[in-house]
């Protein structure tokens, strides 16, 4: 019995990144659960609540799951990957983090530089905006125009306490897990996701931005297909 694919967003994004790898997924016959984080509509979302929504998700699973977390997303599966019904965890470019380190606060190198995301981001009243017109190079810039417009313009205010809470265990030291690498990526340099990916050991890369799920979404599918597979 193949897994069902349970796929966790990353900061200002939601479950509707997800829908051209989702298509893919179907296509193939293979389930799969989007999960819409708190901290993307709720100033005061917390990561445990976002840890909670996932493993919520993961509750209603029958049988065994992989888990997908993209950028921030990786911090969430990093603790809720801990839950019993997740077999593997993918991590898209994303945070893979010790037990008491945050997306704001960790020991992993290579972030030190300031990215196009950084210089984009605006802080203000407990969030973290970004603007659709800064998003698109930041986060989409290797998307079809249309395609990046419409992503930019559904990002949502990010909670700034979710990307300071700290996760309190690393699933990735309890279950398998695969570390993808995008090497035209802007947002998060390539030097800090080696450095997460040293972590995890197994990985692959593409030449993508940030968001391979917009611009290659055969990547992405293509992978989630082989890891799911049991």
Known sequence: MSRTVVLVHGAFHGAWCWERVVTRLDAAGR???TVDLPSVSS????????????????????????LVGHSYGG????????HPAVAHIA?????????????????????????????????GDGVLTIGADVAVPAFF?????????????RLRPMSLAALMGK???A?????????????????IPLALQRSNAARIGTTVEWPTSH??????PDLVADLLLELSSS
């Open 167 to 169: 996760v309190e265990g």
């Open 43 to 66: 100033a005061r979302a917390s990561l445990a609540d976002d840890v909670a929504s996932v493993r919520a998700a993961l509750d209603a699973v029958d049988g065994e799951a992989l």
């Open 171 to 187: 699933a990735w030291r309890e279950k398998p897990a695969t570390y993808a690498l995008c090497t035209d990526d802007r947002a």
């Open 141 to 153: 810039h290797d998307c079809a125009p249309d395609v990046a417009r419409d992503a930019a313009n």
């Open 91 to 123: 991590y898209l470019t994303a945070f893979a983090l010790e037990p008491g380190e945050s997306a704001n606060e960790n020991t992993l190198t290579g972030g030190e530089d300031a990215s196009a995301l950084t210089e984009a981001i605006t802080v």
């Open 75 to 82: 911090v969430v599966v990093t603790d809720a990957g801990r």
């Open 31 to 33: 389930s799969s659960v």
């Open 211 to 216: 968001s391979p799920f917009l611009s290659r």
